[in-house]
């Protein structure tokens, strides 16, 4: 009897960790750290800038980014970082959407992505399309400039826009 009182409370304690690891992974995660990866690295302290050259791959807490360039832009006397700058085949995952464009500016102070150059943001089978699209990502507002195309599913909520003019 003691046997089973033992398993059963292995087996309930393992459980509980189980369900609890489980809501973290459904967690947004939040941080200040920026991973960046790339080919080569040329860093201008007068300017403040620092660019990445080939293959460059950034993460930020849940977002994702990639591209062929990426310039840093730091403040020189904080030497605090202000915006990334993406450009050429640039690629990015965030939550459960992935956006494709020519270009992205990433300013981490306001929590905006400004893409631009053919932009296409997908959710699922939902699209949105037009040549500039800023993305408010604390709030997960979109605001789409110049030719929109959108595709949503009529059927279950939509999650792909909350419209601001």
Known sequence: MRVLVRIFL?????????????????IPVQTDMVDIEADRLDVDTVKGEALF???VKAVKGDILLTSKELTLFFDNSSKK???LSGQ?????HWQDKEATCREVDYRLDKNLMILSGDVLITRGEEKLSGEKI????????????GRIKLRV?????????????
């Open 53 to 55: 050259r080939g293959n």
């Open 134 to 145: 800023v993305v408010d990502t604390a709030t997960n507002r979109q605001e789409a400039v």
């Open 88 to 92: 050429g085949n640039v690629f990015i």
């Open 10 to 26: 292995v087996i309930s304690l393992l459980h509980t960790c189980i369900i609890n690891a489980e809501e973290l992974k459904n």
């Open 81 to 83: 970082l202000k915006r």
């Open 153 to 165: 599913n009529t059927e279950q909520e939509s999650g792909i826009l909350k419209w601001e003019d």
